[in-house]
T-cell receptor
C-alpha cells in the first residue's frame, strides 16, 4: 500500500516553456501532498505543501507564480514550472501522507527536469 | 546551527559489516523520527518510523532515538551490496518536518 507515482519520470524542455509534473496517490486518498526539489548530493528542499481543494502553502523563497501547484482531487496534485530556465533543472519529488498528522510521508519516484 | 545535522559521508564498508548512521537535531519539539533510503535517481523510501525515544528493530535494521541527547541512529547489520544508497534521516513535530542531508553508503562485495 501507500504507493505514489509521478509523471513524467524525465523531461527535457527548452528555456521559456512550461512543464507540468503530476503526482498521484495510487491506493490511498492524500489530503496533503508535498513538493520537494533535490539538487545532486543535497537533501530534499521543501517547496510547498498542497492541501486538496485549497491553495498551496509555499516555503520562503519559492516563487508561487513560477511553481504553480494544483491539488484538485484527493489523489492528484500537479506542479507546473512556468517559463522554465536552466537554473530550474533539478530533481522534483512529491510525497503524500495518509493522515492529517503527516508524520509519515510516502514519496514518488521523482521527475528529472532538464531545461536547455 | 542547522536544525538537522547528518554527515554526508561517503561511507564505504565491506559486505557483512555493521553500519551506523547518525543524525543530531536541535528542535526539541520533534516527536517522530524516520529513516529513508534513496537509491540513485529514485524517490526516498521509508525504512523505519519511530515515535519518541527508544529502539525499533525490523530485520537487519535497528533505529534508535535518544531525545535527551537529540541524537538518532540507524544500524544495519550484515550489510549487503544492495544496501548501497543514500540514507536520509527525517523528523517532525507539530507542523514542522525536516530532513537531514543524507549519508551516501557503499557496501563493497
Amino acid at each position: 500500500g501507500a504507493v505514489v507515482s509521478q509523471h513524467p519520470s524525465r523531461v527535457i524542455c527548452k528555456s521559456g516553456t512550461s512543464v507540468k509534473i503530476e503526482c498521484r496517490s495510487l491506493d490511498f486518498q492524500a489530503t496533503t501532498m508535498f513538493w520537494y526539489r533535490q539538487f545532486p548530493k543535497k537533501s530534499l528542499m521543501l517547496m510547498a505543501t498542497s492541501n486538496e481543494g485549497s491553495k498551496a502553502t509555499y516555503e520562503q523563497g519559492v516563487e508561487k507564480d513560477k511553481f504553480l501547484i494544483n491539488h484538485a482531487s484527493l489523489t492528484l496534485s500537479t506542479l507546473t514550472v512556468t517559463s522554465a530556465h536552466p537554473e530550474d533543472s533539478s530533481f522534483y519529488i512529491c510525497s503524500a501522507c495518509t493522515s492529517g498528522s503527516c508524520h509519515e510521508q510516502f514519496f514518488g519516484p521523482g521527475t528529472r527536469l532538464t531545461v536547455l | 546551527q542547522k536544525e538537522v545535522e547528518q554527515d554526508p559521508g561517503p561511507l564505504s564498508v565491506p559486505e557483512g559489516a555493521i553500519v551506523s548512521l547518525n543524525c543530531t537535531y536541535s528542535n526539541s519539539a520533534f516527536q517522530y523520527f524516520m529513516w529513508y533510503r534513496q537509491y540513485s535517481r529514485k524517490g526516498p523510501e521509508l525504512l523505519m518510523y519511530t515515535y519518541s525515544s527508544g529502539n525499533k528493530e525490523d530485520g537487519r535494521f535497528t533505529a534508535q532515538v535518544d531525545k535527551s541527547s537529540k541524537y538518532i541512529s540507524l544500524f544495519i547489520r550484515d550489510s549487503q551490496p544492495s544496501d548501497s544508497a543514500t540514507y536520509l534521516c527525517a523528523m517532525s513535530g507539530g507542523n514542522d518536518m525536516r530532513f537531514g542531508a543524507g549519508t551516501r553508503l557503499t557496501v563493497k562485495p
